[in-house]
């Protein structure tokens, strides 16, 4: 079975600096790894997607992530955040076999921007 | 394009009740996925369709049943509610069960009391 862990559950930051948020997952399969960002009250938008191919994936709002199968891991980056950044992240992961895609979670990462 | 659509928004109901959750996928898409987020956890899985059959089945009580219609739209069914049912319950829909790209509603939050 796949899982996936977020190894930080807060990360403050300050505005316009650089911010990592981390990912490790585990499969015995060939994986699909996702960042969803969930803002107050709102439901989950997709960030970006690693399918195959470049291992650096690019998305919406200005994130990267980077995927690294020898350290199985996901990470999500920005340069530089910016206040509306504030918002809840999941890694998440989807194991290709069989039946539809449904989607494993991390625990989440609260990213939270300070002035 | 229109994107997922679930109503109610909220809905409010005592233990014991039922409620009844529905999801509008995006036009086209025949596969419906439904989530559960309780307070400050992470989305599970409960159940998914494809083209109007059950295609998996994840953490769900036998207490919920769903099904997803002609139409595509579905329907969760929660009947003798607990405390521990109040969440947040997502539904998400993608174009055919081997795509990875889910899109998903803005949810329900179910407040048992």
């Known amino acids: 079975a796949q899982s996936v862990t977020q190894l930080d559950s807060q990360v403050p930051v300050f505005e316009e600096a650089p911010v990592e948020l981390r990912c490790n997952y585990s499969s015995s399969v060939s994986v699909y790894l996702f960042w969803y960002v969930q803002y107050p009250n709102q439901g989950l938008q997709l960030l970006l997607k690693?399918?195959?191919?470049?291992?650096l994936v690019k998305g919406i709002n200005g994130f990267e992530a980077e995927f690294n199968k020898s350290q199985t891991s996901f990470h999500l980056r920005k340069p530089s955040v910016h206040i509306s950044d504030t918002a809840e992240y999941f890694c998440?992961?989807?194991?290709?076999?069989?039946?539809?895609?449904?989607?494993?979670f991390g625990s989440g990462t609260q990213l939270t921007v300070l002035p | 394009a229109a994107g997922v659509i679930q109503s109610p928004r909220h809905l409010i109901k005592e233990k014991r009740e039922t409620a009844t959750l529905k999801c509008y996928p995006i036009?086209?898409?025949?596969?419906v996925y439904w989530y559960q987020q309780g307070p400050g956890q992470d989305p599970q899985f409960l159940i998914s369709?494809?083209?109007?059959?059950?295609?998996d089945k994840g953490s769900i009580p036998d207490r919920f049943s769903a099904q997803q219609f002609s139409d595509y739209h579905s329907e969760l069914n929660m009947s003798s509610l607990e405390l521990g049912d109040s969440a947040l319950y997502f539904c998400?829909?993608?174009?055919?069960?081997?795509?990875?790209?889910?899109?998903f509603g803005p949810g329900t939050r179910l407040t048992v009391t």
């Open positions: 690693y399918l195959s191919g470049s291992t």
């Open positions: 369709f494809y083209e109007k059959m059950q295609s």
């Open positions: 998400a829909s993608s174009l055919g069960r081997q795509t990875y790209e889910q899109y």
């Open positions: 036009s086209r898409h025949d596969t």
């Open positions: 998440a992961v989807s194991v290709g076999s069989g039946s539809a895609r449904q989607l494993t």
